[in-house]
Nanobody, 124 residues
Framework: QVQLVESGGGLVQAGGSLRLSCAAS????????MGWFRRAPGKEREFVAA????????YYADSAKGRFAISRDNVKNTVYLQMNSLKPEDTAVYYC?????????????????WGQGTQVTVSS
């Protein structure tokens, strides 16, 4: 069982930055691939970024490439999402998720564990 708790969301102006954190319970954190997803009002949940257990392999949605960076600290059992050059369309609830297999990382239904989400609001 893995429990995930996100933090770091908030209100930021367009062009600003935020760093989201996701703290995980459990002693086998490095066995899990981790992903970030988001859900904007009235929209479906969408993939943002993911990385392997070691952190050496990363994946990004086209909307995140060049602006967002996913990373992890396996000593602190934490995964991060650094978000730069934020746009109003990045406004959403951001969720972190964990899965045991590094495959189909862009598909939300393949993840086993989810956090409660953290709100990110980007004003224009």
């Amino acid at each position: 069982q893995v429990q995930l708790v996100e933090s770091g969301g908030g209100l930021v102006q367009a062009g600003g930055s935020l760093r989201l954190s996701c703290a995980a319970s459990g002693r086998t954190f490095n066995n899990y691939a981790m992903g970030w997803f988001r859900r904007a009002p009235g929209k479906e949940r969408e993939f943002v970024a993911a990385l392997s257990g070691s952190g050496s392999i990363t994946y990004y949605a086209d909307s995140a490439k060049g602006r967002f960076a996913i990373s992890r600290d396996n000593v602190k059992n934490t995964v991060y999402l650094q978000m730069n050059s934020l746009k109003p369309e990045d406004t959403a609830v951001y969720y972190c998720a964990a899965k045991g297999v590094l495959s189909n990382v862009r598909v939300a239904s393949t993840y086993n564990y989810w956090g409660q989400g953290t709100q990110v609001t980007v004003s224009s």
